[in-house]
């Protein structure tokens, strides 16, 4: 049995805690923050709830890969998932899906119907899409198969990446070009990369058939259409992700594990490269054989483990690791029934089809103040507990500069917070004369909830030959884990899926 310690409550510190529990080990988790979750949690005021981080979360089925980890834990059954999908409203069309429903091509016949003089190039990037999703179907299926089977799987994918390799190290942004002519077109399956800060240039093209999951925009698109196996699924967490959140908590705890909130770790322990403990910045210090650490990579690594203990080759490592930047966030208690103006719980309004652009001026700390698009969640339309009767709890949010180029944003926050209003009232009129509560959320406020000088709110931003945090460091006995380490495959799912892995790995160095 050895005593493991994990820094930080959010869910790749809960997943890790979780299995290293399980396994029989005496687990202690430090959160800085008063309440645990980090990202992935509920806020609540006055009746109203609304989430924080993750809100249509893929992979959560019982039989795909983050469903998995909770059907290993026992506790599956403790969360209530709904699937469900999501609304697209570019800046000169919609796509939301038709009443009746068109077969699983609908949004590319749409589209074709939209620039018939693209509908060869459509039809021609939907056969390849095919072919990637069967990839990543085919892959996701090698994980879990043994013997033969996983052997005969490998060799189909070797096959099937035969038909796409010649995009291999294309960037999305060549993909595109090579596809299509209109801007408007490469808008719709480039906008996501708004979200993640990583401009078109920047990402690979094999990744772009993945962020954009048909079924994401359709619940009523069959998971399985080949025998390559199913494709990822979309749920809301009913009444919100503190249930996910709460059913790890008790897990850890009814497994002899340990949680403290109110607790920052400061720096480590460290006797000959090997990990001793940690200390808390009110100079407690508690001994441990493993550390786990997650949060902000460069913050851990250079003011708590301290760049003195690390090889100058980790230290540019490091540095090295593109991070995306924050989020602009307004929670309303609303008295207008927003279902007049939008027909499901989430959409994403895209502003602008110039994604290269508007990451660069993110980056640059320009803020769009809502221009380059946002979205819209209401998370009490799949979970009416989180309104009072005959209220809505809304959440706006967009992309937005960790800093920005000129003030702050605990000076800015009201002023931008108001431009932001003014945009959604273009998709919802007079929204401001039915306000009952607002919480407003700048990436100063998520700052302070991360514990990080930098919040990149989906950690690492994925950018071609880039990399995260490596999990197992110079260290002995320290290792890394979240959202902005090295296999993460981003998002929640892949967060939680690294935790998994890397306690895993960690288990078996013990034998
Ligand atoms: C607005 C928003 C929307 C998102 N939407 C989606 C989505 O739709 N789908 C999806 O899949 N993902 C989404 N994500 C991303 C996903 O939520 C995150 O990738 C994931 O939750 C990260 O988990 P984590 O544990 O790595 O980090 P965090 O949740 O940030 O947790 C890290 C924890 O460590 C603590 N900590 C850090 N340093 C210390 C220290 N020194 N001492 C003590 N505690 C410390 C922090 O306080 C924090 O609680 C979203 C995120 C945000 C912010």
Redesign the pocket.
Known sequence: MKKIII????????TAGAYLAQAGHKVEI????PK?????ATLSKEGFSWD???????DFRRDEPAGKILEDLGIYDKVQFLQSDRGLVMPEFDLWKPEKYNGRYWRRDKLIGLFPSESENLIKYYQFREKVQNLMAISRRIETATGISKLLLQLRLFFLFQRVKDKRAMSAAQLMDEFFKDDAIKGVFLGLLADFVTKPSEFPALGIPIINNENAFDIRVPLQVTSAGPRPSYQYILGGMEKLVSAFEEYILAHGGKININ????SLMIQKNQVQGIRLNNGTEIKADIIL????AK??FFN?VGRDNLPPTFVDKIIDIPLMES?H?IHLGIDLDPRKFQRAALCYYIGTNDVEGAVVRCREGVYHEGKDGFLIYVPSLHSPEMAPDGKFAMTI?TIAPNKLDSGTWTERREEFSEKLLVETEKIIPNLREHILVKEIMTPAD?RT????SHHA???RAPIMGKSGAPHKTPIEGLWF????SDKTA??????MLHSKIVSKELLKTFL
């Open positions: 820094i930080g409550a959010g869910m790749a510190g809960l430090f959160e800085q923050f645990i979750g980090g990202v992935t924080l981080g993750p809100m249509l979360i893929q607790s920052p770790v400061d650490a997650s949060g902000g913050e851990f708590v989020v966030m949010y998520f909830r991360t514990y990080q709110f989906g950690g884990i979240g959202s902005q981003g998002g929640l799912p892949g967060t």
